[in-house]
């Protein structure tokens, strides 16, 4: 849809409009609501995508996506334990859906619960092998745990899935430092992971300057990337 097409390109108060109008004509429209809510998410207003995704399930309460984007809503306001519960409902809609077993991971590791963290993470690697970020992920999570090498282990091999992976190289500098050692592998690995979100940083503003060639601040923040 058009409300898609802007909302791929930044525009989320045009993209917001349109699922505005496709709600207006069709009330119970539920991929307009889950849509206008991944809009509100991207913007930071949270109860509002919230809301939005709460509509599209009591209309639709097999659309897994609005579960999904509702349980990475309710952990970005630290609602945690009805983000585990989102998760879960798209496990149950779909047990092979990988990404929902990493964020729910995601979740219990940030309140503390490894081993339900690690868990999940585990289940992602057995989904697909080839999950750099499922690596990544109970990577950090083990560092947290206090079991270093195999932090170290898991992030390494998330580096090998991918090299530009720079939250990877950032967890397994954390997890040298952690264990004690060598600080100059540390140090390696941190630069390596400021160098790539330097080339990130500026490869996302072009495209934004493609997408929006008026937009001055977007040229400013990739001068001073």
Not at 55 to 67: C, E, G, M, V
Not at 97 to 103: E, K, L, M
Request: net charge neutral; with cysteine.
């Amino acid at each position: 849809s058009r409300g898609v097409a802007y909302q791929r390109t930044g525009d989320r108060e045009q993209a917001t409009s349109d699922y505005n109008r496709a709600i207006e004509l069709n009330p119970e429209f539920a991929d307009a609501y889950a849509n206008r809510g991944i809009a509100y998410q991207n913007g930071g207003q949270y109860d509002q995508a919230i809301t939005d995704f709460s509509n599209a399930i009591q209309i639709n309460p097999k659309l897994a996506r609005a579960y999904s984007s509702r349980g990475f809503a309710y952990q970005r306001t630290g609602h945690h334990d009805q983000a585990i519960a989102d998760f879960t409902k798209v496990i149950e809609l779909n047990p092979r859906a990988s990404s929902a077993y990493n964020s729910r991971g995601d979740a219990y590791r940030d309140t503390g619960q490894y081993t339900q963290a690690i868990a999940d993470f585990t289940k992602a690697i057995e989904i697909d092998p080839t999950d750099a970020i499922a690596h990544n992920a109970r990577g950090k999570a083990y560092q947290e745990a206090g079991r270093h090498d195999q932090a170290i282990t898991d992030l390494s091999r998330a580096i090998e899935l991918n090299p530009e992976f720079a939250d990877a190289y950032t967890n397994r500098g954390n997890a040298y430092l952690s264990k004690g050692g060598p600080v100059d592998r540390a140090l390696i690995d941190w630069n390596k992971a400021k160098e790539l979100r330097d080339v990130q940083a500026i490869s996302k503003l072009s495209k934004a300057i493609e997408a929006q060639p008026d937009n001055a601040f977007c040229y400013v923040a990739r001068a001073m990337a």
